[in-house]
């Protein structure tokens, strides 16, 4: 069964942030690097990151004791300021994420289509657990 066969997965968190600081904070490298794993014993020791239509990124994420790293990388497909980023990711799949503003707070919305190695579970709670690390840095750049 090919990834676009199966439905598409869904994770969400509530930035206590304006959308302009969660806007940046996603899309700089230098914060990428930062919060861009999902759990301690993981990190992303480089980032690149061309945020428009058309741009592209890539970034590098590892174990920190070096037994395993991939590299995560894709293109924009629209990205409008603050508001949209429709990217496919290097193995075709599709991601779109929706930033909704209210006022000092932003919820993120992001969905994806799964890949078929991993169960879908184990991939929702992945990007959820990066999803909730970046509402963690960001919130701290804050406070």
């Not at 992303?44 to 037994?67: C, I, Q, V, W, Y």
């Not at 000092?104 to 909730?132: C, H, R, V, Y």
Request: charged share 25%; glycine share 8%; proline share 3%.
């Amino acid at each position: 069964m090919n990834a676009t066969d199966q439905a598409t997965i869904t994770v969400e968190a509530t930035v206590n942030a304006p959308v302009q600081k969660v806007w940046d904070t996603w899309a700089n490298p230098e914060h990428i690097t930062k919060w861009c794993n999902a759990s301690d014993d993981w990190h992303t020791p480089h980032a690149e990151n061309d945020l428009r239509t058309g741009g592209k990124f890539s970034s590098r994420m590892e174990a920190k004791d070096g037994s395993f790293g991939f590299d995560f990388w894709g293109t924009y497909d629209e990205v409008k300021h603050n508001e949209l980023i429709d990217y496919t990711m290097g193995d075709g799949r599709k991601v779109k994420i929706i930033f909704s503003s209210d006022g000092s707070t932003t919820k993120i919305t992001e969905t994806f289509e799964p890949e078929t190695t991993n169960p879908i579970e184990m991939q929702k709670g992945g990007w959820q657990a990066i999803l909730d690390n970046f509402k963690k840095y960001t919130e701290g750049l804050i406070g």
